[in-house]
């Protein structure tokens, strides 16, 4: 069974640095692209960026590549997603994802991330 | 303003059709395979269709997608109260070398 597991809801001040991470399991890690996406309050669904675990090769939305990195840790089957520079509105929902056939098919369950003031 | 366009919410009553339209361009659309995802509040979001048109397993047939040109729509036939949720379609943009999604459609089962 395919399980992505996130790490716990974070609580942060503008201005300063997180880093959020995502566990593999039930497939090679290597073998799938990884996605970070993630919805603000009342927002939609918005692409972070992703990364070929097998490489280390990442590509990022415009908008944020200047404040994100996304790492993968092959010895442990884990991504992080560092964002840095943080803002009130990127208060939101993170969601890893791994991509099999072309499309994001299995997600993990989510970490929250409120930036305050 | 997101770059692919969904209506905001679509409603039906229980065994009803519905469609969720997903509008892009040359550069998403036009050039790439849609995925769709259904997301109810405090889950993680499912796939659905992808491929344009293919179901993975687990997803049930009332649910199916097809695409022409720029556009794509998703449809739930035989609509169920568990359908009740948001709906995102997403696809690769060659223009912004990044993956899109739609504004989202709320689906309302009255």
């Known amino acids: 069974e395919v399980q992505l597991v996130q790490s716990g809801a974070e609580v942060k001040k503008a201005g300063t640095t997180v880093k959020i991470s995502c566990r593999v399991s039930?497939?090679?890690?290597?073998?799938?692209?990884m996605h970070w996406v993630r919805q603000a309050p009342g927002k939609g669904l918005e692409w972070v960026g992703h990364?070929?675990?097998?490489?280390?090769?990442?590509i990022y939305a415009e908008h944020l590549q200047a404040r994100i990195t996304i790492t993968a840790d092959t010895s442990i089957d884990t991504i992080y997603l560092e964002m840095s520079d943080l803002r009130p509105d990127d208060t939101a929902v993170f969601y890893c994802a791994s991509e099999a056939s072309g499309s994001l098919d299995y997600w993990g369950q989510g970490t929250l991330l409120t930036v305050s003031s | 303003q997101s770059v692919l366009t969904q209506p905001p919410s679509v409603s039906g009553t229980p065994g009803q059709r519905v469609a969720i339209s997903c509008s892009g361009s040359?550069?998403?659309?036009?050039?790439?395979?849609v995925s769709w995802y259904q997301h109810l509040p405090g889950t993680a979001p499912r796939l659905l269709i992808y491929n344009n048109t293919e179901r993975p397993s687990g997803v049930p047939d009332r649910f199916s997608g097809s695409k022409s040109g720029t556009s794509a729509s998703l449809a739930i036939s035989g609509l169920q109260s568990e359908d009740e949720a948001d709906y995102f379609c997403s696809v690769w943009d060659d223009s912004l070398n990044g993956r899109v999604f739609g504004g989202g459609t709320k689906v309302t089962v009255l």
């Open positions: 039930g497939y090679v890690f290597t073998d799938y692209y």
């Open positions: 040359s550069s998403n659309i036009g050039s790439d395979t």
């Open positions: 990364i070929d675990p097998e490489d280390g090769e990442t």
